[in-house]
């Protein structure tokens, strides 16, 4: 290091180790892009290039959707989401508005619950829950991808925390108004919500996008399959020929949440280090 | 007098408030009734259902089940596979935890370093943890692949030896481990950049006064000891993360070759979900509840003393 230029020394330097690391995190997508794009015989060279000769990644993306039903896959994974997701918000915010504002025998005991319920991790509880729901007739089905995630702990501590912040005045104001404390959850404390509410919501679809354990025990019909399991059956039943179309269907079932990710990047890591506190 | 008037609207008060009270409280019973059912019914009443299980030889389809004690955990204490679950675990853990941490830390440092160019490396960095692991998971396999694999290629042109990643059971569990890294490391990062800003900007101009010149004298006076807490926090949830590892194994090794892989949510999955012996898996998951549950209570232990970087 030389006194005379420390800075420029120190920012190259910098740059240097960053883009050094970028391109170890980078390499799997750039391949991923590179390999969906180059047709069978330059992917099967033990050359490697980055840039096809030929560029074969229209025929790779047909030969992926002509193979898997893609599309069905990718609007199971939206029906999926999104249902859960509404189904947490309307199940954890009156519980948190309760658990906030509202005074009742029990309240410290289902609080406590709530912090005891975060500390449970997904696979504990997956023999029990699979059995509940194989009694119940639900197995294979949309319900049983949805409904055992309809309870957040987690989405109600955290709108729990959140709503203490919001001032009693307000809550106080609606009641004068004569709004029911129904009306209140949705139509004061929901609206008061919103970045809480966009953070949790990010958090809750990016996880179950992304889930394989669940999706992987109760599905049996390939016309349920979420995206990750979708990835996974496309990979085995091509076993180890078509890597072109594979690397096309990867590409496709990331790029929703990517994309997004991409646009909104500062709210998506918020919302997805918000499992720091889980 | 004076008792008297502090009485009476005390009085007044209470008869008011049990009129709005109690219509308030039955209002507050419907808000957490939906809440407080379902918590029961797919986590309070599962968990205690896993426990149960664990003492019992029940299979899913098979006409009835008995109470065995601790047969179960007999048989598993006994089960070689079980030991070998349970090895290659804490190996994963053990190598993934400091290597996504380490790296986590030294790119939040790198950023934090400079102003220019943060959000684009910050995005970068990020990126593996957005992106569906099953899909990635499938692209590592392929650029791990032995002949047309972008690793091995560019280690012949290095003119160093290749290797059969993911095939040979001497390198397959280092291979899932360094996925893990890469998945894992952008993640730590954010928690720790959070936890670089809250540093004091005085802290550092106190240690420089005091003599602390180099790079390194500052780091180790200032920024260590004040993420030690993020620290913490981070290595307990990497490590808990790290011990429900699944997906990769799954997808890329079910747990081979010759067991190499195989890793404890593996085995759970295997014995309550292919052989639906649910006894015995509930008992491997009561031993992954253990572990986890530690790592839980030291972090929740951190948490209590008001820690929460995000």
């Known amino acids: 290091m030389s006194n005379a230029h420390p800075i420029p020394f120190r920012a190259i330097l910098r740059h240097v180790l960053l883009i050094a690391g970028a391109a170890v995190m980078l390499a799997p997508f750039i391949w991923m892009i590179s390999t969906a794009s180059k047709p069978q015989t330059e992917i099967f060279s033990s050359e490697l290039h980055l840039i096809p000769y030929r560029f074969a990644l229209a025929e790779n993306l047909r030969e992926a959707f002509a193979k898997a039903n893609l599309l069905r896959f990718l609007l199971n994974g939206i029906i999926v989401t999104v249902s859960i997701f509404v189904l947490q918000v309307m199940v954890a915010l009156p519980a948190a508005y309760a658990l906030a504002k509202l005074r009742f025998f029990g309240r410290e005991t289902l609080f406590a619950l709530v912090l005891f319920g975060i500390l449970i991790p997904p696979q504990a509880t997956a023999v029990p829950v699979f059995l509940l729901l194989h009694k119940a007739g ?41 709004i029911s404390e129904f009306g209140i959850v949705w139509r004061v404390m929901l609206p008061a919500a919103i970045p809480a509410v966009t953070a949790f919501g990010i958090f809750s679809v990016v996880a179950h996008w992304n889930d394989y354990f669940w999706p992987l025990i109760v599905l049996n019909s390939e016309h349920l399959r979420t995206p990750p399991l979708a990835v996974a059956h496309f990979r085995n039943s091509e076993a180890g020929t078509s890597y072109g179309p594979l690397m096309a269907a990867a590409m496709v079932i990331i790029a929703p949440l990517v994309i997004a990710f991409l646009f909104a990047q500062r709210r998506f890591i918020e919302g997805i280090t918000l499992t720091g506190i889980k | 007098m ?120 910050r995005t970068i960095y990020f990126l593996p943890v957005m992106a569906t692991l099953i899909a990635m998971a499938v692209v590592w396999e392929f650029m791990l692949h032995p002949q047309f694999g972008l690793v091995n290629g560019l280690l012949r042109g290095a003119g160093l030896p290749a290797f059969a990643w993911l095939q040979d059971r001497s390198t397959a569990l280092y291979a899932l481990c360094a996925i893990g890294i890469w998945q894992a ?11 670089l800003v809250s540093i004091p900007k005085q802290l550092y ?51 081979g070759p010759s067991k190499s892989t195989e890793v404890l949510i593996h085995t759970m999955y295997t014995e309550g979900f292919e052989f639906f012996r649910s006894g015995y898996a509930a008992a491997i998951t009561v031993v992954f509840l253990v572990f986890v549950l530690a790592l839980t209570l030291i972090k929740s232990r951190l948490a209590d003393r008001g820690v929460h970087y995000t």
């Open chain 2, 185 to 195: 490391v952008g993640f730590n990062m954010v928690l720790f950049l959070a936890g």
């Open chain 2, 2 to 121: 004076t008792i008297g008037a502090t009485v009476a609207p005390a009085g007044a008060t209470r008869r008011a408030v049990p009129a709005h009270g109690s219509r308030r409280t039955y209002a507050a019973y419907a808000l957490v009734t939906p809440a407080a059912a379902l918590m029961v019914i797919m986590l309070l009443g599962p968990l205690a259902g896993v426990i149960a299980l664990s003492f019992s030889d029940y299979q899913l389809g098979a006409p009835h089940f008995s109470w065995i004690g601790l047969a179960n955990y007999q048989d598993l204490f006994a089960d070689k596979v079980f030991w070998t679950a349970l090895r290659n675990t804490l190996t994963y853990v053990v190598i993934v935890v400091p290597g996504a941490v380490i790296a986590g830390l030294a790119i939040a440092l790198l950023i934090q370093s400079g102003t220019s160019l943060r959000s684009l490396y």
């Open chain 1, 138 to 178: 639900l197995l294979d089905s949309y319900a049983a991808l949805v409904l055992p995630f309809t309870i957040s702990v987690f989405g109600i501590f955290l709108m729990r925390q959140f709503f203490k912040t919001v001032p009693d005045d307000l809550v106080d104001a609606a009641r004068m108004d004569g």
């Open chain 2, 205 to 255: 101009e106190a240690a420089e006064i005091d003599g602390a010149s180099s790079g390194w004298a500052r780091f180790r006076l200032v920024t260590w000891p004040m993420l030690g807490p993020v620290t913490t926090f981070v290595v307990v949830i990497s490590g808990i993360r790290s011990f429900q590892v699944f997906d990769t194994v799954h997808v890329l090794t079910k747990g």
